[in-house]
């Protein structure tokens, strides 16, 4: 009995953690994590002091050493136009990383949201939305973006500089379609929740609609969100280049990761590095989102040991 | 209180014609081309600080019963008065204040705890919804309502997978005490667990019920069970309920065939003896298309033309024993 006693004292007196230390602590224990954790700081810190990092100015041409091999001044060459390629994508870091940030977290909001009113409230609420949501997942989404951004092109903005203007443009035509899968996969987790014994104890409770869906659903349902999240930061920055290289995207001479890789296709043989730099940032960037969804999701699942 | 002293006490719950069908809907659009019916006309009353058993075999109503009762299922008929006051005609917002009287224990103790919750906070949810005290306030009432069923104060801060099905069915009445309720359906609390668990739940049960002048609705398919635990034991067959009576009663002189081969079911522990067994033959009819007359009458042993003609009532035929068969009579 003693023992138990001890026992029992000296846990109860360990000192009481914030929620965000401990999921922080079970985060770190997943090293992948931390390692893309490590990238992507270091990719939006290269974005945030673009101007201070870079050599050169992105924009500035000298066509005297176009397509100039890696050297001491350039050390990652200059492209079609003599700008330094290394400076470039410094800048390209801002716009690519920016779009897909804001592309992805908010499209995966509205999908939460929509997805768990879909799923509780059933009925008619549910049909109607599940409807519109078959309707735009059945439409060929490249064509259609290529229309919007097309209609969309002339509008700007007013106060902002020409090239953010044109990647929140983009980044609404790539929301409007960005929220369809986390809807399904919520509302398909919300059904099976729903009828769970916890949630009728929340209803006999006395609990709100509005409290269920916020302390019950989305916590248990964000699972298969979180990856589909780290998924998309990946391709979004793709697909933010193929609008591009389609001349729809942020045009050059705005440099993205995304126009960069398009812009030097012609060289792919005689310079491959060329095409080989902006594809390594979004390969470590997708890659870099990918294990932090990992470890986060780990991290928030209570049910893991870590 | 002993048995003749909770006889007296006034109903706190009266249950009258009491009906739930379930919907089933096929086809394209979804139309309705049957009904289950779940629970069909069942009345009955609860005492003030009785424990009410009610068994019956799977998909005979009772949990549809229970759940009703706390609108967590929409009846389609019928009426439920709690203190006088019609449960079923309320909206949601005079449901609310109710809900701190009536609680809910559930079957599955895994599924009845939400997985991402410490457990303090799933006992303070109640708490919190109905704003009572400060959040410190409430921390204290949940760790004190945890103590009461057997758990300490570090328990609190873990969650419901570091439990074993015991300690989360002990969390699950933790978090219904936590209102400090006067009625609680105990929907089946005991049939997931293990037999020496079972016994230490009931008495916990038992304890709180004398402690806060608790009323149960105690939901079983276990006989043995209800007669451990119940005051008045009411039994269901096919979404009626056929008898109601108090535990001796109902133990020594069943009335009705479907309460007699039940009770003659339950195994005696001893090799020698010898029993009349009342066997049935044949399955449960289904509820989507119930038997005409008593619903029983396709494998009651002492069937007459009457009963599938017509229904036999719900009568008290001695005071304070209810049965619905024609032949009791």
């Known amino acids: 009995m003693a023992v138990a006693q001890l026992d029992s004292e000296t846990l109860s007196t360990i000192k009481e953690e914030s929620w965000f230390v401990i999921i922080g602590r079970r985060f770190i224990r997943h090293k992948l994590a931390v390692v893309g954790m490590v990238f992507v700081l270091v990719f939006i810190f290269a974005a945030i002091f673009a101007n201070v ?39 390209a870091s801002r716009i690519s990383l920016f779009v897909t940030v804001l592309v992805n977290f908010t499209g995966e909001t509205i999908g939460v949201i929509v997805g768990a009113t879909s799923g509780y409230f059933g009925k008619w609420v549910d049909s109607l939305i599940q409807r519109i949501v078959e309707f735009l997942l059945t439409l060929p989404t490249l064509p259609l973006l290529l229309f919007f951004s097309a209609m969309l ?75 589909n999240l780290t998924l998309g930061l990946g391709g979004v920055i793709v697909l933010e280049a193929a609008l591009s290289f389609l001349g729809f995207g942020i045009t050059p001479p705005v440099p993205t990761w995304g126009n960069m890789l398009q812009n030097v296709q012609e060289r792919m043989w005689q310079q491959p590095w060329l095409a080989f730099y902006p594809g390594l940032c979004i390969f470590l960037t997708s890659l870099s989102f990918n294990y932090i969804g990992d470890g986060l999701r780990d991290a928030l699942d209570p049910r893991l040991k870590l | 209180m002993d048995t003749m002293n909770k006889q007296a006490q006034p109903d706190l719950l009266v249950v009258d014609k009491l009906v739930k069908y379930f919907p089933v809907r096929s086809g394209l659009l979804q139309r309705v081309t049957a009904w289950v019916q779940a629970v069909d006309k069942v009345s009955f009353a609860v005492k003030r600080g009785e424990t009410l058993g009610m068994v019956g075999e799977s998909g005979c109503g009772k949990t549809t019963v229970g759940r009703t009762l706390l609108r967590l299922i929409e009846p389609t008929a019928g009426d439920v008065y709690f203190e006088g006051k019609n449960v079923l005609k309320m909206g949601q917002r005079e449901l609310k204040p109710l809900r ?5 224990i559930f079957q599955d103790p895994y599924a009845s705890l939400n997985p991402r919750m410490p457990i303090g906070e799933s006992v303070m949810e109640g708490l919190q919804i ?18 009461k069923v057997g758990l300490e104060e570090y328990h609190a801060r873990r969650y419901p997978h570091e439990f074993s099905g015991g300690q989360r069915q002990r969390i699950g009445i933790a978090r219904a005490l936590a209102l400090n309720p006067k009625f609680i359906v105990c929907d089946e609390p005991v049939s997931a667990l293990d037999v020496s668990i079972q016994s230490q739940v009931l008495n916990i049960l038992k304890d709180l019920q004398s402690e806060f002048g608790l009323t149960y609705l105690f939901i079983a398919h ?30 020594r002189e069943p009335l009705h065939p479907y309460t007699q081969a039940l009770l003659s079911a339950i195994p005696i522990p001893h090799p020698n003896v010898k029993r009349d067994r009342t066997i049935l033959k044949g399955d449960v009819p289904s ?43």
Not at chain 2, 226 to 248: F, N, P, Q, W
Not at chain 2, 291 to 302: M, Q, V, Y
């Open chain 1, 53 to 91: 990092l870079a050599p050169y100015d992105p924009y500035k041409q000298n066509l005297a050493p176009s397509y100039s091999n890696p050297s001491p001044e350039h050390i990652l060459g200059t492209d079609e136009l003599g700008r330094d390629v290394f400076s470039r994508l410094l800048y």
């Open chain 2, 100 to 104: 701190r009287d009536m609680q809910i």
């Open chain 1, 153 to 227: 092109r002339g509008i700007t903005i007013p106060g902002l500089p020409d090239e953010w203007s044109k990647a929140i443009i983009i980044s609404l035509v790539l929301i409007a379609f960005g929220w369809l899968t986390a809807t399904r996969l919520v509302r398909g987790m919300v059904l099976s929740l729903r009828e769970q014994d916890f949630v009728q104890a929340a209803r006999a409770l006395g609990a709100s609609d509005w409290k269920i869906i916020t302390k019950h659903m989305i916590p248990n349902s964000l699972a298969p969100v979180i990856v």
């Open chain 2, 287 to 329: 509820p989507l298309n119930p038997p005409k007359g008593c619903r029983f009458h396709t494998r009651c042993p002492i069937a007459i033309d009457k009963c599938s003609q017509e229904e036999p009532e719900f009568k008290e035929i001695k005071p304070g024993h209810w049965v619905a068969c024609w032949k009791a009579e």
């Open chain 2, 130 to 147: 109905h704003n009572i005290g400060r959040p410190k306030e409430r921390w204290e009432i949940a760790i004190n309502m945890l103590k």
């Open chain 2, 222 to 251: 276990n006989l043995s069970v209800v007669e451990h635990i119940s005051d008045r034991v009411a039994v269901m067959y096919l979404g009626k309920m056929v008898e109601l009576t108090d535990r001796e009663s109902l133990y």
